[in-house]
């Protein structure tokens, strides 16, 4: 193993045949993990790369087929694209495979199973979440209530594939000697770029207000959006948004007809009856159209099932016959 640094840019090459000596290099990068090898003699681990600043950059293998559980990758991205066979992932219960047309990508605060069949090897980049938080608070003129999670899979297409080729050219550039990388100016523009094009590329939590900034639109509907999203069981009144906007009532019903064609609590409104009409065309057998509206928080089931007609063309009791009909597969 040979670490050598060119001002603030380190060349890492490491180089394993042990087990335990890959997994506490691989702790030094992703943080505490478990690593399985089913056949230890076949091991020969290898990560070649470059760190600079908020970025790694490099080349992993194992030479063999691996599964690593990682309970948190805590200070950092892990974003990986296979250039020869596949990996698999299970994260938050959601299973999916990973090979030359389709990325990945790890937010912290994520656990994880990662299996590497024996001919993948992959371009791995990390990016620092102090980095990604920073840039995105930026973005959107305040701070991040909550981490920012990414949307594991990036298949490969459109600006998702011009995100990677930018990465390649990166790596390339710090591969190099007496590259324009050592300038801090130009670095700090490099940087900045992977990660601004990564927060619009990719989708994430914070996408549609990132999004509704690019319109013009206020960022604080976005926010409002997720309290809606948050209180589909519960009235909600212009007391209430008020207060949880900080914005005036004029404001508010001339932002919401400007940007939605309708007062604040009908939009809110339409929000719960879609919700209530999602319930009951997913409703198991023990549930009726009385339990599930008041569980969406009607109380007054004449008038509700009176409105739920008029917008939907049907009455509850027709949506939840509906869908007991449809045969089982």
Not at 23 to 43: S, T
Not at 225 to 241: I, K, W
Not at 250 to 259: C, G, N, P, S, V
Not at 293 to 301: R, S
Request: net charge neutral.
């Amino acid at each position: 193993m040979t670490v050598s640094a060119s001002l603030t840019r380190q060349q890492i090459t490491a180089e394993f045949h042990s087990p335990d000596s890959a997994c506490r290099w691989m702790c030094g990068i992703n943080g505490p993990h478990r690593l399985e090898v089913p056949h230890p003699k076949e091991l020969s681990f290898r990560h070649q790369g470059t760190s600079l600043g908020n970025v790694s950059i490099g080349i992993i293998e194992y030479s063999t087929p691996v599964h690593i559980d990682i309970a948190d990758l805590t200070h950092s991205y892990s974003i990986s694209l296979p250039l020869h066979g596949t990996q698999s992932f299970e994260l938050r219960g959601d299973a999916f495979g990973s090979d030359s047309g389709v990325a990945a990508i790890i937010s912290p605060s994520q656990p994880l199973q990662l299996s590497m069949d024996e001919s993948c090897r992959k371009r791995l980049v990390r990016l620092s979440r102090q980095a990604i938080e920073r840039k995105l608070s930026q973005l959107l003129s305040h701070e991040l209530p909550r981490p920012v999670i990414f949307d594991p899979r990036m298949p490969l297409s459109g600006t998702v594939q011009e995100w990677w080729r930018m990465v390649a050219n990166l790596q390339e550039m710090l591969d190099a000697e007496g590259s324009l990388c050592d300038l801090p100016e130009v670095w700090s523009n490099f940087e900045n770029s992977l990660i601004t094009s990564l927060l619009y590329t990719q989708p994430h939590n914070y996408s549609s207000e990132l999004l509704d900034r690019q319109q013009g639109r206020p960022a604080y509907l976005s926010r409002l959006d997720a309290l809606f999203r948050d209180s589909l069981d519960q009235p909600l009144g212009l007391a209430d948004l008020e207060r949880a906007t900080g914005v005036s009532r004029e404001r508010l019903y001339r932002d919401f007809h400007t940007h939605f064609g309708v007062s604040p609590i009908a939009y809110f409104r339409q929000r719960r009856f879609e919700h209530v009409r999602q319930r009951l065309e997913q409703a198991t057998p023990m549930e009726s159209v009385s339990s599930i509206a008041m569980d969406c928080g009607f109380q007054q089931l004449g008038r509700f099932s009176q409105e739920y007609k008029a917008r939907f063309g049907e009455l509850p009791s027709e949506t939840l016959k509906r869908r007991s009909t449809i045969p089982l597969q």
